[in-house]
C-alpha cells in the first residue's frame, strides 16, 4: 500500500482532532504525525487522546512529534529531520496548516524544498471565531534560511498581510523601523474580529491596501509581486503572515521566486483558548516545491 502521511499540529481547538477524523474518512492515510508545542502540551492533551483515537480507529499509526517551537533553532533542525528522515519514503503528504505555527510551516516547506516534491496543503476554518485570539505577543524574528538579504545602507519596507488584528503589525513596525509599510487587509477581516487601525503617529509610512490573502493562486501571486517587486531595488523588503493562515503559502511562495524578501513572524504571548468553536469549510492546495 502506498504511504500517505497526514501532518498536523495539536492545539485546544475543536478544529484541531475534527480536521484529523474529516481527513481520515476522505483518504486512505497509513500514518498520522502530529507536532506538539512543549509550551502547549497539557492544554492540548484532550484533543490529543481524540486524534489518537480517530486514528486508532482507522488502522493509521499515529505518532508525536514533541519539541520547542518556541525554540527557532531547534524547530529547523526537527523539521529537516522530519522532511528528510520521516517523509522522504512517503507516496503522499498531507500537511494540515489549520493550527499550525507559521514558522513551523515555512521550515517544513523550506526543508522538503531540495527535493521537488509534490505536497498537498489543507486548511479548515473554524465554524465560529471569538473576537480575539492572541495578546501579549513576543519580539519579531526573521526566520532562519528565509531571512531575505539585508544590505545596511537600505531603509526597511515592511509588507504586512493582516486580519481585524494589528497589533503584531504596529511590533513589526517598532523592531524593523520601515520607511515604508504595505498593510495588505484581507477583504473579510471583519468577520474574524473588530478591525483595529495603526495609530496616526505611523503617518505617511502606511499605505494600507485591500487585499486577499487567502487566495493562493498565480493570480493572486503575481499581484502581490506587483505591489513588492518596485520596494525591492531601493528596500530591505520583509513580509509577514499576521492575518489568514494561507497567506503563509502566499509569502512562501513569494520568498522561492524572490530570495531578498524576508519573512518575518512574531511569536504569540497569551492565547485565548476559546478563540474558535467547531470546524467549518475546508481548502485543499498543491504546493509543487523547488518551482518558482
Not at 526573521?142 to 544590505?151: A, D, P, T, V
Request: aromatic content about 8%.
Amino acid at each position: 500500500m502506498p504511504e500517505a502521511v497526514l501532518i498536523t499540529i495539536a492545539s485546544w481547538e475543536e478544529r484541531f482532532a475534527l480536521g484529523v477524523g474529516r481527513s481520515l474518512s476522505q483518504e486512505n492515510f497509513t500514518d498520522v504525525v502530529c507536532l506538539v508545542s512543549d509550551r502547549y502540551a497539557d492544554e492540548t492533551s484532550e484533543r490529543r487522546t481524540a486524534a489518537r483515537l480517530l486514528a486508532s480507529e482507522a488502522g493509521v499509526q499515529y505518532e508525536e512529534w514533541q519539541f520547542d517551537f518556541e525554540d527557532q533553532v531547534e524547530c529547523y533542525y526537527k523539521m529537516s529531520a522530519l522532511a528528510q528522515e520521516r517523509l522522504a519514503r512517503a507516496d503522499r503528504v498531507v500537511l494540515d496548516i489549520s493550527t499550525a505555527p507559521r514558522t513551523l510551516v515555512w521550515m517544513l516547506l523550506g526543508a522538503l524544498t531540495p527535493a521537488g516534491r509534490e505536497i498537498f496543503i489543507r486548511y479548515s476554518q473554524a465554524a465560529e471565531y471569538d473576537d480575539w485570539q492572541t495578546t501579549e505577543e513576543g519580539e519579531p524574528r526573521l526566520i532562519i534560511n528565509r531571512s531575505g538579504i539585508m544590505y545596511p545602507d537600505k531603509p526597511t519596507c515592511l509588507v504586512a498581510l493582516c486580519g481585524p488584528e494589528i497589533s503584531r503589525a504596529e511590533k513589526m513596525f517598532d523592531r524593523f523601523e520601515p520607511r515604508k509599510t504595505l498593510l495588505l487587509r484581507d477583504p473579510r477581516a471583519a468577520n474574524y474580529g473588530e478591525i483595529k487601525r495603526l495609530p496616526n503617529d505611523y503617518g505617511g509610512t502606511v499605505q494600507e491596501i485591500v487585499f486577499d490573502n487567502t487566495d493562493t493562486s498565480d493570480a493572486n501571486l503575481s499581484r502581490l509581486e506587483e505591489l513588492v517587486q518596485p520596494q525591492i531595488e531601493g528596500h530591505n523588503v520583509v513580509a509577514a503572515s499576521l492575518g489568514p493562515k494561507m497567506s503563509a503559502i502566499l509569502l512562501f511562495k513569494l520568498s522561492q521566486r524572490y530570495e531578498q524578501v524576508g519573512l518575518s513572524y512574531v511569536v504569540s504571548g497569551q492565547h485565548n483558548l476559546a478563540s474558535t468553536s467547531g470546524i467549518g469549510q475546508s481548502t485543499d492546495l498543491t504546493l509543487r516545491l523547488g518551482k518558482k
